[in-house]
């Protein structure tokens, strides 16, 4: 039989390997994301900025957070966030939705690489 001392010890080895590959399944955040975080949040559940929360984005339809107020131009875009329509928009998000409130653009390919990754781990 399992002494109390060895039992709590190993619920504490599974507890710190579960920490450990959660947190390995959220990157840490790119330098390219920091002019991002000047608008929008990341964390689950957290409110939203200027900007909607962007944890959990990836592959979900543009302009569907609820209690986020979007753009005519972004709802009426009919768009899903996948790694081609992020690529797109962050590249020029006036050119890909014109009208949409977004106004930085991130033109080096490897950044929004950066960026789409990032975004892709939050989930």
């Excluded at 599974?14 to 959660?22: K, T």
Aim: hydrophobic share 45%; glycine share 6%; aromatic share 4%.
């Amino acid at each position: 039989m399992r002494s109390a001392a060895s039992l709590s010890l190993t619920l504490l080895a599974a507890g710190a390997a579960v920490i450990s590959s959660l947190s390995a399944r959220a990157q840490t955040a790119p330098p390219a994301f920091n002019a991002c975080r000047a608008c929008h949040t990341v964390q689950k559940d957290a409110k939203s900025g200027v900007g909607p929360n962007l944890h959990g984005v990836a592959g979900r339809p543009a302009a569907s957070l609820s209690g986020f107020t979007y753009s005519a131009a972004l709802k009426g875009a009919k768009l899903r966030w996948d790694d081609e329509t992020l690529s797109d928009y962050l590249a020029a998000p006036m050119k890909k939705v014109p009208g949409t409130r977004m106004p930085i653009a991130t033109p080096d390919p490897a950044k929004r690489a950066a960026i789409i990754a990032y975004l892709k781990s939050l989930k």
